[in-house]
């Protein structure tokens, strides 16, 4: 089993970046699609970004294209979310996710970490 451990959240203005990173260990990624999904309280999870094997096709909800960037390196079995031109509705906990379904982007996702949280100040 694949283990994702999450960095990179913290607080940040309206308008601001910030750099999420997932590093892997238990298992290399070249054998997993990748996400990342993101909680608000009292929210379900969201699927913000995905990612397939290679990196050839990726997914992103319409509230993120544009402003967010899946990329992996699987040499580094680190995923990364680049999150650009961030607004307060990001607010939430985003965790690194890793499936089986290699080609899909879309997952389905069956590891995750334990996520870390992103603050968007208005």
């Known amino acids: 089993q694949v283990q994702l451990v999450e960095s990179g959240g913290g607080l940040v203005q309206a308008g601001g970046s910030l750099r999420l990173s997932c590093a892997a260990s238990?298992?290399?990624?070249?054998?997993?699609?990748m996400g990342w999904v993101r909680q608000a309280p009292g929210k379900e999870r969201d699927l913000v970004a995905g990612?397939?094997?290679?990196?050839?096709?990726?997914y992103y909800a319409d509230s993120v294209k544009g402003r967010f960037t899946i990329s992996r390196d699987n040499g580094k079995n680190t995923v990364y979310l680049q999150m650009s031109s961030l607004e307060p509705e990001d607010t939430a906990v985003y965790s690194c996710?890793?499936?089986?379904?290699?080609?899909?982007?879309?997952?389905?996702?069956?590891?995750w970490g334990q996520g870390t949280q992103v603050t968007v100040s208005s």
């Open positions: 238990g298992r290399t990624i070249s054998l997993y699609a």
């Open positions: 990612v397939n094997w290679s990196g050839g096709a990726t």
């Open positions: 996710a890793a499936g089986r379904r290699l080609g899909a982007a879309t997952g389905p996702f069956d590891s």
